[in-house]
């Protein structure tokens, strides 16, 4: 996996402003459609509910596509631990790096300068 570098634009750590963090549906679709559209591979993953137990075996499967995480995302309640990076279909390298930081609560480092302000408007 990808380390979060400062040569990408700076990580943004995901707390809403009302303290609430996101969970990882949330997050993806703010991500939006370069998301779905993105390979993802997920390392060291520890999740609750129920597709828990299905996102840690796609996950070891290798890369899954962008609208596959979103499925099981949507049926997990918590990420304790875990790295997800996405990658464009039409590159090697990840485009947004995604580290759970704490129960859903997330560091993000990404190559968008769009997605890095949306993400800053959005969390605190």
Same mark, same amino acid.
């Given at each position: 996996?990808?380390?979060l570098r400062t040569a990408w634009r700076r990580a943004v750590e995901t707390v809403t402003t009302d303290g609430e963090p996101p969970d990882l549906t949330e997050l993806l679709a703010l991500v939006g459609p370069a998301g779905e559209a993105s390979l993802w591979t997920c390392d060291d993953l520890e999740a609750l509910g129920p597709?828990?137990? *299905?996102l840690r075996l796609e996950a070891s499967a290798g890369p899954s596509p962008g609208r596959r995480l979103a499925e099981l995302a949507a049926d997990v309640d918590i990420l304790s631990d875990g790295t997800? *990076?996405?990658?464009?279909? +039409?590159d090697d390298r990840p485009w947004l790096a995604v580290r759970v930081i704490g129960a859903n609560q997330f560091a993000i480092a990404t190559r968008s300068r769009r997605l890095l +302000? *949306?993400?800053r408007s959005r969390f605190a």
């Open positions: 996996m990808t380390q597709s828990a137990a *299905e997800f *990076e996405a990658t464009r279909p +039409d +302000d *949306e993400l």
